[in-house]
Structure formats: structure tokens, C-alpha cells
């Protein structure tokens, strides 16, 4: 592991003061300023350290105090330690960053520190010691003794070394379960906490597009609702923990021509009020996350990073946005280099500030030297940049960073080792993967019946980063620091299973790598399949980074068949006939061949996690009974993309396209090793206003002879609308867990303001009209329907219409013996 070389005193030598003093007292000279500072016991404590006073006050009164300078240094962030050697795990990382000369930099301040855990492998304790001598050094070397604020990736748990790596957001999805996921972000972000974290860059809140695009793993699925609800989970969880959260990327960046990584996008204004945007609006709404992260893309021309429609119109003065807005990564420089809006870094600087980004990420780049230039011929008012600077200062009064002192981080004054990989952690993330495993098809082979010779086939089986996004510490920093290790126990697929069947015989094959294409090992394959009783075949993706994997950030795919010679592999294994279960670890959904007509069974996991083989163990076993559900289609045919189930009906298989792009598996489609049935569907009125509600009710049993659970999804469909809408919409769902014989009668409110939509004039809507509320096992097997009907005048309504419906649940069964 490497240690920061950062040392822990000031530029001078000196070491730090015990109080930095200023004084809002015009009279006051430079001299008798630096008197003041040298001699704190003469004076009082200034406005901007008094707790007592708003956040406002005390942000305002700092501000008055700041040359432009300073003022700007708190508007960017330093990137310590960013690799230079083109493995960039930042888009254009290698072009865009530069020598950062502290001692020139501390003087003037320092807004933001980027990734000091997430660079380079780091013990956990030594990097939070590492961190206070650093801010240390911060404060000292300024005259206000500001702290900068330090940020980190988060989005599968803390990106750092020895941290526990979670499921990724996409089997966050799938479980279904918001609750079990603000459990998760709390971990994360007390851990975050523990070392000198104060924000985490998640979650990431963008709705799947197109399953070519190579972070959908990071997205939580292709449902609004879904990802708005799950997101908002996530949100609470993490600002509990005292983490600020950041919602990125806003917004439309899933939504690239082609699903490639910040390809422009040209959607509609509709497709971006009424799937792009309603996870953003739901989740500062109800969550109040104090950041959000632009995105990379340009919204038909004009880039979001320099959309002041869209940062400040929509995202503050309509929604009530209070927090800061950072920029993603190097995405101010971006406006002048890859978007060519801006002529030169400092009119990028301008485009970005007056738009309603207030801090440039991850480095300082058109946030310094241009942006003062711009300032000195007058490209911008210096009231722009007291705007966005009275919003981080007042983040700073919120996190603690404006008292004095500020108190270290509990793990910089911990002796021996940080443990950021507890127990209790893996415990969760073990829940969290079982949970998350879709079975998608069973014929009856599974749960395996105690098998006395499993063949265990396939490139994902034997791999430990099989399991990770591109976001995980190992697979995102780690591959290129080998010499330190995982840093976290990560089981293979085949050690989970030698655990789970200690009795069975258990044979490993690879067949052919992910992507290497080759089919020379194939042969040896079906050799060892013919030979088995059954045969686990585990395929998939493996995470990278700007093409060095088959998924994850800029590891975009051209179609959605199996990477390399996959697809192959697994038709020779099913020609054998022997029972067949496959096993896929992956960051997409990919066409699965015949697999569907002919494998024993399916399960779909999406990048489980540290401790996913293990789950998926005990699923095959049967010990664990599965119940996630797809947040993602899988679709039928690889090249019918872009497609998800939120279609119209010319967007469906019709008469005129010989392209089908109906889905193999739809979304929210899961099994389990249990029985349900639905029934006794009650409406209490068929009738309601455009400012009313519907209220129904149902009973769900368990049929079957195992506890399980079931995701109750309820649909709106929309017969005849003023503009074309979606055959369905997920608008709730439910998560239920009963007993064998145990049953609920579950009920329902739906408000109509869950039937509105954008109109032709802009405006969202709730219409008069027949509607079908429909309760579904998936997106296309609706198990009971009911057909209601508003009436009244058109209603418009806003962000501030209600966005859930409301459940209640009576238990009427009885458990079986």
C-alpha cells in the first residue's frame, strides 16, 4: 500500500495556530489583522464562528471578510496523488489534470479535497491520519483556518481500500426493498464518516435508456418510479449518517444516441419531464440531499454543465434546491474542449458559475487562474461568485468545517487498524445480494437436490472480481496497484460452492475467457459437462473502465449478446443435456440464446458484491429462497436496443417493423421456490375527480411450503390520452413476506395525481378518462385489473402533487404447521 506524502506543517515551517481571527471592523488594518490572528486572547470570537448565528449570517460575514482569491479557492478541489500514467479512472483524466503546487494553492484556501481514500490503496487508519495532517496544514496555511471538504465516490459502498464493496445500484433495484437500501447508505456512510469524509458521489439517479450504455450497472433500472423510490432510500440513509449525498448525473445522461458514454442527447422535452427528471425531483423533494452533479451530456446542444434552465430554473427556483451543485468531473474544462461552447477556460468558468455550478471537480482547472481573469476584465460579476460561494460556506457552517476547532476524525486519533469492513457490514451485504438474485427461469432443477458431481464452467466462476463494478476499490483502483492485494475477502463463485456442498465433487473449467473470444477451451468443457450431474454455468462481464472491461463507465456495448465466445459456450453446454443452471455476473442484461427454451434454470445477478458467490451459493442449495426482481428487461433479440418496457404502441412488435423488440424477460419479472396466489380484487368506487383517489384492495397467500416473498406491482395504463403515453407505468409496488399458508389483505389508495403527464402545452396534467390499474408479478403478466375512470375538468398540477401511493396491509391467514 502507499502512504500520502503530504507533511503536517505549514509553508513556513510554522506550526498551526490554535485560533485563525478575523474581524468585520472596516477600521481594522492588514497589520492589526495579523496581530489579532497572532494574539486570539485579545479578541472575540468573529461572527462566522458563532453557532449561535444562522448559517446565512455566518457565511455572509465570512464572505465579507475574502479577498477574490480566497473567495475563489473555495470553489474547487484538489486532486492529490491522480495517476499519471493514462489508467484514468476520470474521463480524459491523463489531458486534464495537472502538478498541483500546494504551497502556492493553501494560501489562499481550499474548497474541496478529492478522493483521498479512493486514489491509491491506503490503510484506513493511516489515511485518516494522513487527512488531519493535511487539513491540517489547510488551516494553517490560510488566514481564516478553513477546512477544505472532502469527498469520495460511494457508490457501491466507500471506494476505498478494505471498505466493504455492496451490490451495485442495479441489484439495489432488484430487491425492491427501499428500506433494506437506506440501511445499506447509512453503513456506508458512518464508515465514510469515521475517517474525514464529508461527501459521497452518489447516488446515481439516471433511468435506463439503453442497455448498451456501460454504466448501467450503476443505475438503479429503467422504471422512474423505481429509481426515484430506491434512490430516496438511499438519500435518507446516507444524510443520517452525516454524509452530504449528491444526486448525479442531471440529468439525460442515460439517454446518449447509440448508449455511448457522453454521446449527445436528443430527447424530447417529454421523455425528459416525464422519465429523465421525476427521480431528481422525488429525491430532492423528499430526501433534501444537500448536492447535486451535473451531467456530461448536452440536452439537444446545450450542455448541462452550462444549462442555467435546467441548474438553476428548474433544479432551485422550481424545485427548492438549497445545496450546492458540483461538477463532474473536468466537465467545466469540457465546455471549451469537448463541447466547444466556451472559446477558452475562462468563458467555460463564466458559462459554468452563471448556469449554477458553484464548485469545479475534481481539480482546479477554469475555476482559477481564467476565472480571475475573467472577473479582472469583467466576463463576470464578482456577485456571481459570492452566490455560489455563500452556498458551499454555508454546506461548511452545516458539516462543522466553520467551528472552531474542528474536530478530527474519530479513526485519525484510532490506534491500530480502522476496520471498514465489519461484520455487521458483510452481514448486510450478504442480505442485500440475496435479495438482489433474480431467478429467471426454473424447470425444476433448482434448488439442487444434494448433486454428487457438479461441474462448474464458465470465465466468471474462479474470477474474485466477478463480482464488482467498475466502482468497486479493487476493480477500480486496485488492478493497477496488484502488489497490495483485494483488501476484502472476495469469494469466487466455485469457493462458494465447494462451501455450500461440501459432499459433491466439484469440477472447475473456464471454457473461454469474457471477452477474449476464444473457443479452443470449449471442448474440454462439454467433456466435463457430459460428465456431470449438473453443471453451474457461470458467464458474464467483467467491470472496467474507458474500454478496459465489457461493463462500467465508457465500456459501452455494440450489441447485447454475450461478451466474446460466451454465447458459444454456453450452446455447447446445453447440447450435452445435462441439467443445466446458468449463472450470470454481470453489469447488463444480455441475450441468453437458447438458454431460456432449454436450461435447467436461470439466475440474474448484478455485480452481488463481496459477498454475491456466497448468495448466489445458497440460492442454488435452496437454503435461501429467492425473491429479486428484474429492474432491467432482458431482452430477445441483441440488436433491438434502445427499448425498455416504458413503450408505446408503435413502439411494441407490430405489422409494420420486421424488428420484435419485445423482451425475453420483462422488467420486474422473479421467481421463487414458493407459490402465490392473488385474488378477491376489490374497488370500493369506480369513479373519481381529477383531484380524487381510487381505493382497492387484495389478497395475496402463500400457496406453496416455504416462506417467501412477493413484489406486488401496481400499473397505470392510459387508453386514450391527449398524447401518446406508455402501455404501462409502474406507479407503486409493495414488498411482502409471509409464512407458507399465511395471507394479506392488502389495500391501496392511488391518487390521480399518479395518472398526470406532460401535456402538448408543457404543462403536467391530469386528464379525465378511462383508466386500468392493473397488479402485476411483472410488467407483462398482470395478474388482476381493474377499470376506473377520473372525471372533471383538466387539472394542471406541479412538484408539489402527490407522487406514491398509499398502502396498508391486515394479515388474515393462518401459518401453516
Known amino acids: ?16 495556530s490554535t485560533t485563525a481571527m478575523t474581524t468585520t471592523d472596516p477600521t481594522m488594518t492588514e497589520a492589526t489583522m495579523t496581530e489579532a490572528t497572532t494574539h486570539p486572547a485579545a479578541t472575540t470570537d468573529p461572527p462566522w464562528r458563532d453557532r449561535s448565528l444562522p448559517a446565512a449570517a455566518r457565511a455572509g460575514a465570512l464572505i465579507a471578510e475574502l479577498t477574490l482569491e480566497e473567495k475563489i479557492a473555495q470553489l474547487y478541489g484538489i486532486w492529490i496523488g491522480a495517476a499519471e500514467d493514462g489508467a484514468d479512472v476520470a474521463p480524459h483524466q491523463h489531458e486534464m489534470s495537472g502538478v498541483v503546487d500546494l504551497d502556492v494553492l493553501l494560501p489562499k484556501g481550499l474548497g474541496q479535497i478529492t478522493r483521498a481514500f479512493g486514489t491509491a490503496p491506503i490503510d484506513a487508519a493511516v489515511g485518516a491520519q494522513s487527512l488531519a495532517r493535511l487539513q491540517e496544514r489547510i488551516v494553517d496555511s490560510s488566514r481564516f483556518g478553513i477546512p477544505a471538504l472532502v469527498h469520495e465516490e460511494c457508490l457501491a459502498g466507500f471506494a476505498a481500500y478494505g471498505a466493504t464493496a455492496y451490490p451495485v445500484p442495479l441489484s439495489w433495484g432488484a430487491t425492491f426493498d427501499p428500506g433494506l437500501i437506506e440501511r445499506m447508505s447509512r453503513r456506508i456512510g458512518e464508515d465514510m464518516r469515521s475517517v474525514g469524509v464529508h461527501q459521497g458521489l452518489a447516488p446515481v439517479l439516471d ?89 456530461y451530456t448536452d440536452l439537444d446542444g446545450v450542455p448541462t454543465a452550462a444549462d442555467h434552465e435546467l441548474l438553476t430554473g428548474l433544479l432551485r427556483d422550481t424545485w427548492g434546491f438549497e445545496g450546492t451543485v458540483v461538477a463532474d468531473y473536468f466537465s467545466v474544462a469540457f465546455l471549451q474542449t469537448l463541447h466547444g461552447t466556451s472559446g477558452d477556460l475562462g468563458d467555460a468558468a463564466v458559462a459554468a458559475l452563471e448556469a449554477g455550478i458553484d464548485v469545479e471537480l475534481p481539480t482546479v482547472q477554469a475555476f482559477g487562474d481564467p476565472l480571475r481573469a475573467a472577473v479582472a476584465d469583467g466576463r463576470i460579476d464578482e456577485a456571481v461568485i459570492d452566490r455560489a460561494l455563500l452556498r458551499v460556506l454555508e454546506q461548511k457552517v452545516g458539516l462543522g468545517l466553520l467551528d472552531d476547532p474542528v474536530a478530527p476524525p474519530a479513526a485519525a486519533a484510532a490506534k491500530g487498524s480502522v476496520d471498514l469492513d465489519s461484520p455487521e457490514n458483510r452481514e448486510l451485504a450478504r442480505r442485500i445480494a440475496e435479495q438482489a438474485i433474480v431467478l429467471l427461469r426454473n424447470d425444476g432443477t433448482l434448488p439442487l437436490a444434494a448433486p454428487a458431481r457438479i461441474a462448474v464452467i464458465g470465465p466468471t466462476a474462479d474470477d474474485p472480481l466477478a463480482v464488482l ?96 465466445a460466451q454465447g458459444a459456450l454456453l450452446e455447447a453446454v446445453l447440447d450435452t443435456g445435462t441439467p443445466t ?43 435461501v429462497n429467492p425473491s429479486g426482481r428484474l429492474p432491467v428487461s432482458v431482452p430477445a433479440s441483441p440488436g433491438a436496443q434502445p427499448s425498455t418496457y416504458l413503450a408505446s404502441t408503435l413502439a411494441r412488435r407490430s405489422e409494420v417493423s420486421n424488428i420484435d423488440p419485445t423482451a425475453r424477460y420483462p422488467f420486474g419479472h422473479g421467481l421463487g421456490y414458493t407459490s402465490f396466489a392473488w385474488s378477491d380484487l376489490v374497488v370500493e368506487a369506480a ?41 404501462q407505468r409502474l406507479i407503486g409496488f409493495e414488498r411482502i413476506e409471509l409464512e407458507p399458508g399465511a395471507s394479506v389483505r392488502l389495500g391501496v389508495e392511488v391518487p390521480a395525481d399518479l395518472a398526470s403527464f406532460t401535456g402538448r402545452d408543457g404543462l403536467r396534467i391530469v386528464e379525465p378518462g378511462a383508466l386500468v390499474l392493473g397488479f402485476g408479478r411483472s410488467s407483462a403478466d398482470l395478474s388482476l385489473t381493474a377499470a376506473v375512470e377520473l372525471t372533471g375538468p383538466v387539472r394542471v398540477v406541479d412538484h408539489t402533487r402527490e407522487l406514491h401511493p398509499v398502502w396498508n396491509a391486515e394479515r388474515i391467514g393462518t401459518e401453516a404447521p
Not at 500500500?1 to 498551526?16: C, F, L, S, V, Y
Not at 467433456?527 to 463507465?553: I, M, N, P, Q, Y
Request: glycine share 12%.
Open 1 to 16: 500500500m502507499t502512504e500520502p506524502t503530504i507533511t503536517d506543517t505549514a509553508t513556513d515551517g510554522t506550526t498551526r
Open 687 to 727: 369513479e373519481a375527480t381529477t383531484d380524487g383517489r381510487f381505493r382497492l384492495s387484495l389478497t395475496v397467500e402463500n400457496t406453496g411450503h416455504r416462506a417467501g416473498a412477493e413484489i406486488v406491482q401496481l400499473y397505470l395504463h392510459d387508453p386514450v390520452a391527449s398524447v401518446v403515453r406508455p402501455l
Open 207 to 295: 433511468v435506463v435508456r439503453d442497455a448498451r450504455w456501460g454504466r448501467v450497472e450503476e443505475t438503479i433500472g429503467e422504471d422512474p418510479y423505481l429509481v426515484g423510490r430506491v434512490a430516496t432510500a438511499y438519500v435518507v440513509g446516507l444524510e443520517a449518517s452525516g454524509i452530504v449525498a449528491t444526486l448525479k448525473h442531471f440529468v439525460g445522461y442515460s439517454a446518449s444516441r447509440a448508449g455511448r458514454n457522453l454521446a449527445p442527447v436528443s430527447v424530447g422535452r417529454r421523455e425528459l419531464a416525464d422519465v429523465l427528471l421525476p427521480p431528481f425531483e422525488m429525491v430532492v423533494r423528499e430526501a433534501r440531499p444537500r448536492s447535486v452533479m451535473n451531467a
Open 581 to 623: 443452471v446458468l449463472t450470470l455476473l454481470a453489469g447488463r442484461p444480455y441475450v441468453l440464446g437458447s438458454a431460456p427454451e432449454r436450461a435447467g434454470g436461470i439466475l440474474q445477478a448484478f455485480f452481488p458484491g463481496e459477498e454475491g458467490t456466497r448468495a448466489l451459493a445458497a440460492i442454488l442449495s435452496g437454503r
Open 469 to 564: 463494478g467498475c466502482y468497486g476499490f479493487p476493480t477500480h483502483v486496485g488492478v493497477h496497484h496488484p502488489e497490495s492485494g483485494m483488501g476484502i475477502e472476495l469469494p469466487t463463485l466455485v469457493e462458494a460452492l465447494r462451501e455450500e456442498f461440501p459432499g459433491a465433487e466439484i469440477a472447475l473449467a473456464s471454457g473461454t475467457s469474457i471477452d477474449g473470444g476464444e473457443t479452443d477451451g470449449i471442448a474440454a468443457s462439454v467433456d466435463l459437462a457430459a460428465s456431470a450431474d449438473v453443471v453451474v454455468l457461470a458467464l458474464g462481464d467483467r467491470a472496467g473502465l474507458f474500454g478496459r472491461g465489457t461493463s462500467g463507465e465508457g465500456c459501452d456495448a455494440e450489441t447485447l449478446d454475450l461478451p466474446g
